[in-house]
């Protein structure tokens, strides 16, 4: 769905945050240094707070692929995953597995397959099979023509006897279960005493019809050796993976990368790799027409030179990028694929990025006609003509087995021109790669920058690390990406979708309304007539269905609404909508709800804000602009103010009103205390037919001017409001005085319950900017005695303090007879200059205790405050509000504990709009998060922390006016 708020979120004040990043997993003995080019993935991160340059900030941009339903595969929100590879089943489609590193589970390797196509998955991790504790690093996943499944991996580890292995398990059950580890290497020296390191293993099977090694399985890695050099390495298995053939050496020492093997017609095998020296940056392909026995120097052939991804930044960092990312570790792999069907039979591809002569980064490709021995001109195929600069890294391309079909999965950054988000787009080619075509595929952008897994590995510092590589399979017109992806602003999760290229577009904007005449459904929608790739797909119909059974018509492509005569009156109906191409390929089904009464309801009021005047209270509401179905509402007629249950006034509104901030001001509520208030809206069907909203939650508003000071021993006449049943006692006896407390005496409180009273406003001043109160809060630890306060009239509330009979356990026992009262004081300074609403509110889940003793209230000036159970370690409050739009909103923050903090912004629908913060870790301080919207509305925050008062969650609402 497209987005329709933008967020600029600026952090001001001072910020103090230490910042830590994972270590590099090392793979040499602990003389040998790391060479520069090396690719091996840092070890599990630490989650660490990451600040940017204000100028740097993260735009959000209107992000949707309603063509290419996203599905996040790694379910986990506390742990990265990265460097996924993925395959496709080719004796069952629907089957698919893929692998990924996998963080959550001490550096772990996770496997995860699905058989429905995609739209669900399984996982499960590989630590409980190994043989040694060891860290594994960079999967790849492949089928046999027979739907073999293999899995491969490195395992590293650094000890008293180092491991450096190369894994490889195979299923015959689609991935569900795995052989246990079968080495395809032990090191070079046979043995536990590793003294060459490995890097980047990726996987290839002859599945070619009629080849001399059908069903052949090559794995390829590169060996870096005690000198710092390194050299890429094959062995292969004939026996479905249970034996492998002794390592081959496939180049001399030096410095290489990305060794990736792929089997053409005949059984021929080609490998593609990258020279990483900075003197040379070539683009190589070697051929083994042997089965990977050979690979005579003759046919190692370089397909071009290339410049790599800049200018650099920082200076001589070959891996940090130059853009606005700031030091990404990004690279030049090639990756490449044959075309094994009848299309362009024998053609090879080679995809990589690099830096082109206009200073632009740009996707190349090359093809080879001759079973590689010449190569095409190199050429830019991302088809990307925005004036702005934006980066396009990590291409992996991939033939479809059965139509010769030709795609690029990558990141591309060109939806953002300020070149700081990225986006997973695909490039397709259904001509043999003389032409392709660009779409977006995920549907919310990532900041690379956002995540804390850092490379330490560079001579300059540290990198963002967001793996090095994506994934991309396809058979029979189906395509499945798989890319890592943090759109949630601080995760790393492994995304797949199923990518259709030839199947029609999915209708846009479905939409089912009542005829204001017949009241019977009217429906419309929208259409490109072309395919999810912008192609001509020829004649088609858009086949429309009631699910009920009662319609089921073809509509010619022309058609973009539908009256359906056939419908009953004040009945609901669902649609289904979906396009049916001439060659029967249908495009995804797009639903629409019809109910007469949910078109027609309006969506309750909802109050904002307040202010107490004196004799009265001025009120701030928001007049709904959304039916219950949500969509907009039309005919608005009247807004109704209820007061203590009661209608006390109502004023006509209109259309012109719907989504608006109105105040309305109430004169003469005497005598000055609470009320409780409440709205409606109504909507006007015909002359005589109004429908009413449902009431909007009360709330209990102050009418009057707020005290200047106040206390309260509860020796005569409360001046207090509790609709609860709170009453005096004289507590077993254990003062004169009286307390209040929320039972009888002697009763022990009933579980379930959530009562409170509450103090009539105080202005806080610097002679009243402490609460003082004597209490027993004989409570189970599982309850909540809460001290709130509000400051907008008892519109929110948010808590300062909270106790139960662990809080005092000195003096507070389970018998009532046995405690005694505790003195308390908390300091509202924080709040100086606000008129302030206390609240004490019980909350029970049991019925052990006697509960809630409180006596002796004041407003003071005095200095020493008991912070012990004060919780005001984290305020969220809204400085602007409401704002108009385009404005900055000001929300502040208050800790005085260290916390990790997680914000975000709802819709009043309650629809997640965006994270603003995502489990960042924040020192004790002051800070300010700003942040504007381009659309009129109300909107709900919710911030959580979590600290050493464990977990604390603040709410609050803001305006934006038009």
């Known amino acids: 769905m497209r987005r329709s708020i933008h967020f600029i979120i600026i952090l001001c004040f001072t910020i103090i945050s230490g910042t830590s990043f994972g270590q590099r997993s090392c793979v040499f003995l602990p003389e040998i240094r790391s060479n520069d080019g090396q690719f091996d993935r840092p070890k599990a991160k630490i989650h660490t707070l990451r600040l940017f340059p204000a100028q740097q900030q993260q735009p959000l941009l209107p992000n949707f692929a309603p063509d290419f339903p996203n599905v996040n595969i790694t379910f986990n929100a506390l742990a990265d995953q990265d460097e996924p590879s993925i395959a496709i089943n080719p004796t069952n489609p629907d089957n698919l597995i893929a692998g990924a590193n996998d963080y959550r589970s001490d550096s772990s390797l996770f496997h995860y397959q699905s058989f429905d196509g995609g739209k669900t998955w399984a996982y499960a991790s590989f630590r409980s099979v190994w043989i040694f504790a060891a860290i594994p690093s960079d999967p790849a996943v492949a089928f046999n023509s027979s739907g073999k499944a293999y899995f491969s991996y490195g395992r590293t580890a650094m000890d008293i006897n180092p491991i450096n292995d190369v894994i490889c398990q195979s299923s015959t059950n689609g991935g569900t279960d795995w052989t246990l580890p079968v080495r395809v290497i032990l090191d070079s020296t046979d043995s536990h005493h590793a003294s060459t390191g490995a890097d980047k293993y990726f996987l290839a099977v002859d599945n070619v019809p009629g080849s001399p090694y059908k069903d052949r399985v090559y794995e390829t890695w590169v060996e870096y050796d005690i000198a710092r050099k390194n050299r890429v390495r094959l062995s292969y298995s004939t026996d479905g993976g249970s034996t492998w053939s002794a390592p081959s050496y496939l180049t001399p020492s030096g410095n290489y990368q990305c060794p990736i093997p792929a089997v053409g017609p005949g059984g021929v095998l080609y490998l593609t790799y990258e020279n990483i020296d900075p003197a040379i940056r070539e683009i190589h392909c070697m051929i083994s027409n042997d089965g990977g026995n050979t690979f005579p120097t003759a046919l190692d052939k370089k397909i071009a030179n290339y410049n790599d991804l800049g200018p650099l930044l920082p200076a001589g960092d070959p891996f940090a990028h130059p853009t606005l990312k700031g030091g990404l570790r990004v690279n030049s792999f090639p990756s490449i694929a044959i075309d094994n069907s009848a299309a362009h039979h024998g053609r090879i591809y080679v995809a990589w990025a690099a830096m082109g002569a206009d200073l632009r980064n740009h996707i190349f490709l090359s093809t080879s006609d001759n079973s590689g021995n010449s190569w095409s001109t190199p050429r830019v195929i991302e088809n990307d003509f925005a004036p702005a600069k934006t980066d396009k890294f990590f291409p992996w391309i991939a033939t479809d087995d059965v139509t010769g079909d030709v795609g690029v999965a990558y990141y591309d950054s060109r939806t953002d021109t300020t070149n700081v988000l990225t986006d997973l787009f695909m490039l397709f080619s259904n001509d043999g790669g003389q032409n392709f075509s660009a779409e977006r595929i995920s549907a919310a952008s990532s900041d690379v920058r956002a995540v804390s897994l850092i490379d330490t590995t560079g001579p300059n510092g540290p990198r963002y690390f967001f793996g090095d590589y994506v994934g991309l399979a396809a058979h029979n017109k189906v395509w499945h990406p798989a890319w890592t992806d943090s759109r949630v602003g601080y995760d790393q999760d492994i995304y797949t979708a199923s990518v259709r290229p030839h199947a029609p577009a999915a209708p846009r904007n479905f939409l089912a ?393 709802y819709s009043m629908l309650g629809k997640k709009e965006e994270v603003l913060l995502g489990n960042k870790s924040f020192a004790p301080g002051e800070y300010e998060l700003q942040f504007s919207s381009d659309l009129a509305g109300c909107y709900f925050f919710e911030a959580i922390a979590h600290s050493v008062h464990g977990e604390e969650r603040r709410y609050g609402k803001f305006i934006v006016l038009p």
């Open 513 to 905: 309304t009542e005829d204001t005449i017949t009241h019977l459904p009217r429906l419309a929608w929208e259409h490109s007539g072309l395919t999810t790739f912008d192609a001509d797909f020829g004649d088609y119909v858009f086949r429309l269905q009631r699910t009920d059974g009662g319609l089921l018509v073809d509509l010619p492509k022309t058609a973009r609404s539908y009256y359906d005569s056939l419908a009953a009156i004040n009945t609901d109906y669902t649609y289904t909508l979906h396009v049916v191409a001439a060659n029967t390929d249908s495009s995804l089904t797009d639903t629409a709800i019809f109910s007469p009464r949910s078109v027609n309801e309006p969506l309750a009021p909802v109050i904002t804000s307040a202010k107490a005047q004196p004799n009265g209270l001025e009120m701030f509401f928001r007049v709904p602009d959304k039916n219950i179905a949500g969509s907009s509402i039309r005919n608005l007629y009247k807004i109704y103010i209820l007061t203590n249950g009661i209608v006390s006034d109502s004023f006509l509104v209109s259309d012109v009103s719907r989504g608006k901030v109105l105040s309305y001001r109430f004169y003469s509520l005497t005598p000055d205390g609470y009320y409780r208030i409440q709205l409606a809206a109504s909507t006007r069907r015909g002359e005589n037919d109004t429908i009413l909203s449902a009431l909007s939650p009360a709330k209990w508003l102050y009418a009057g001017t707020p005290l200047t000071t106040y206390s309260e021993n509860f020796s005569g006449s409360k001046n207090i409001f509790t609709p609860f049943a709170w009453d005096t006692t004289n507590a077993g006896g254990l003062r004169q005085s009286e307390f209040i407390n929320d039972s009888l005496a002697n009763v022990p409180y009933q579980a379930g319950l959530d009562t409170w009273f509450l103090l009539p406003p105080v202005t806080i001043s610097l002679d009243a900017k402490t609460l003082e109160f004597a209490h027993m809060a004989l409570v189970a630890s599982g309850d909540s005695a809460t001290v709130e306060v509000s400051t907008n009239d008892g519109v929110d509330y948010f808590p300062i303090a909270q106790y139960d009979m662990t809080s005092h356990p000195a003096d507070w026992t389970s018998s009532l007879g046995a405690s005694r009262a505790v003195h308390e004081v908390l300091g509202l300074k924080f709040l100086l200059g606000q008129d302030v609403i206390t609240r004490f509110r019980l909350r029970t889940h049991s019925s052990a205790g006697d509960g809630w003793f409180i006596d002796s209230i004041q407003f003071t000036n005095t200095l020493a405050v008991s912070a012990a159970n004060q919780i005001s370690s984290f305020r969220a409050e809204l400085t602007s509000n409401p704002i108009r739009k385009g404005s900055n909103a000001s929300l502040k923050l208050y800790l005085d504990q260290p916390s990790n903090l997680t914000i975000t912004l």
